[in-house]
């Protein structure tokens, strides 16, 4: 025999409670009022400030934002790509009620929807995925177990000297292991988030995680000036008319000039890679 008047009000507590811990209510004394969060989404009333919020609060929503960017994801594979990002989360592997309350979270502002088992960014959603990660650089989150003593403002392309979305940066070396496939080097703080249909001339692909791979910042700043690039097999190729005294540079780009690298499979777009490869003049 079900209780639903009971079911209803712990139903309500656990709203209230959430509500509470978001900044949206907060308890005086014997009643509940508008928390600073609260008064801030009635003042503006907009799914721009709500989402503000709810990504102040909750780090990951950036994340999977961009990963469903990519493609539509069931609820294993959307926890599963929350805790590879931000393992600092702490879920069981396989759970998955904090994921569908995510994805829910995102459904109701319209930024997401579900398609059969699986969940996709909305045109709305893509809208936001496309300027988030130039408008979320200055977002104060750094996480806890990848980047010690980093902050936002710290993450500099070497070229170009911008910043990008935090959680932006940790999708990307989240999906590349950490590791730039060239060098090796994989401490977090020393790899950048390189594009292969560059940041400047090409500003609707910037949020494009198929258009993007880690690499160290030496890497990177040779990678765009064409000192060296890879092919749609993922091999590389080196301009013949680079010359160096450099040993680490030596033994990581010129010495293995036609090796495949270590880039997961179908990461990056082959046409990206092509229409890169067509401006470099050498290939």
């Given at each position: 025999m079900g209780f639903p008047r009971l079911q209803a009000r712990e139903d309500v507590k656990r709203r209230v409670s959430y509500l509470q811990q978001a900044g949206f209510l907060r308890q005086a004394n014997d009643?509940?009022?508008?928390g600073d969060a609260g008064r801030r989404y009635?003042?503006?009333g907009d799914v721009a400030t709500l989402l503000r919020i709810m990504c102040d609060r909750n780090v990951g929503l950036r994340s999977l934002m961009y990963a469903l960017a990519v493609g539509p994801?069931?609820?294993?594979?959307?926890?599963?790509q929350q805790l590879d990002t931000h393992p600092e989360l702490g879920w069981s592997r396989g759970e998955t009620d904090m994921a569908k309350q995510r994805v829910n979270w995102l459904r109701s502002m319209g930024l997401v929807e579900k398609r059969g088992e699986e969940y996709a960014l909305t045109d709305n959603g893509l809208q936001f995925v496309e300027r988030a990660v130039e408008e979320w650089?200055?977002?104060?989150?750094?996480?806890?177990v990848s980047d010690v003593g980093m902050t936002a403002g710290m993450y500099e392309a070497t070229v170009h000297a911008r910043s990008v979305d935090p959680e932006f940066r940790a999708t990307v070396l989240s999906r590349h292991d950490r590791t730039c496939p060239v060098s090796g080097v994989d401490h977090p703080g020393l790899l950048d988030v390189a594009h292969v249909l560059s940041w400047s001339e090409?500003?609707?692909?910037?949020?494009?995680?198929?258009?993007?791979l880690a690499?160290?910042?030496?890497?990177?700043?040779?990678?765009?000036r064409g000192?060296?690039?890879?092919?749609?097999e993922y091999r590389l190729r080196v301009n013949p008319s680079f010359e160096t005294r450099s040993d680490l540079l030596q033994r990581t780009i010129i010495d293995r000039a036609g090796e495949?690298?270590?880039i997961p499979d179908d990461s990056l777009k082959p046409q990206y890679v092509t229409q890169h490869n067509a401006s470099l003049g050498w290939v």
């Open positions: 009643h509940w009022e508008l009635v003042e503006k994801m069931t609820l294993g594979a959307v926890s599963e650089a200055d977002s104060g989150w750094t996480s806890s090409y500003p609707e692909y910037r949020a494009d995680l198929s258009n993007v690499l160290s910042k030496t890497h990177h700043a040779a990678f765009d000192l060296f690039t890879i092919d749609q495949r690298i270590s």
